[in-house]
């Protein structure tokens, strides 16, 4: 057989071809699969800690979770159930009390004029301290739990290692974070406390 007529043969051959398409194929389907995989993990454990900071809502609700230790209560109940979903990853709790619940939703900065125009509070930038706490708040709100009917933003951030190898393959992030948050009012134990009128001060 010349050299020729075994390349004529050899381009009219079609046995093996599917296991050529298939050699060709299977990486990009299985990559999509793990992708799909990874995606619909983390939806189901964000929904799943959603749920989890909601029952916090309603048993801060029967509760006097405005003293420390019933706060540490719910932190340990919180952290329980998220280390049930994800047992290696870390998990961080955050508390950010407003006046009102218009307030919490708002998330507003404090006024401050933008003289760099970056969107943050700068260099010396002039802003109006509402809450007095001495510092630019990007949200507005104060840190910690408050007072009697304070609203109060409660955040569950917990990151932990990915469970599907996917973004090992493609040189991305080996860790995702997911978070949940809701608002909790403060039971009317007692006046309310208010701020004193809003103090100038600049940003460092």
Same mark, same amino acid.
């Given at each position: ?55 916090? &809502?309603?048993?801060? *609700?029967?509760?006097? %979770?405005?003293?420390? =230790?019933?706060?540490?209560?719910? +932190? #340990? ?33 404090? &006024?401050?004029?933008? *003289?760099?125009?970056? %969107?943050?509070?700068? =260099?010396?930038?002039?802003?109006? +301290? #509402? ?74």
């Amino acid at each position: 057989m010349t050299r020729s007529a075994f390349w004529r043969r050899l381009a009219r051959e079609e046995r093996g071809s599917a296991v050529v398409e298939f050699a060709i194929a299977a990486p990009v389907m299985g990559l999509l699969l793990l992708g799909a995989f990874d995606i619909g993990h983390t939806l189901y454990m964000r929904s799943v800690l959603q749920g989890v900071v909601q029952k916090t &809502a309603r048993d801060s *609700t029967l509760q006097d %979770g405005g003293t420390a =230790e019933q706060q540490q209560t719910l +932190d #340990a109940r919180v952290t329980a159930q998220a280390k049930a979903l994800a047992n290696n990853g870390d998990i961080k709790i955050t508390r950010r009390f407003y006046r009102t619940f218009t307030d919490a939703a708002a998330a507003r900065a404090e &006024a401050w004029t933008d *003289t760099n125009d970056n %969107g943050r509070c700068d =260099e010396g930038e002039p802003y109006e +301290d #509402a809450n007095l706490n001495g510092v630019w708040d990007a949200d507005g709100g104060d840190q910690g739990q408050g007072g009697a009917k304070d609203a109060v933003l409660y955040t569950v951030t917990i990151k932990y290692p990915r469970m599907f190898p996917i973004y090992n393959l493609i040189g991305g992030e080996t860790t995702t974070t997911v978070s949940a948050e809701t608002v909790l009012k403060n039971q009317p134990f007692g006046d309310q406390g208010s701020y004193g009128a809003p103090v100038v001060r600049n940003c460092p």
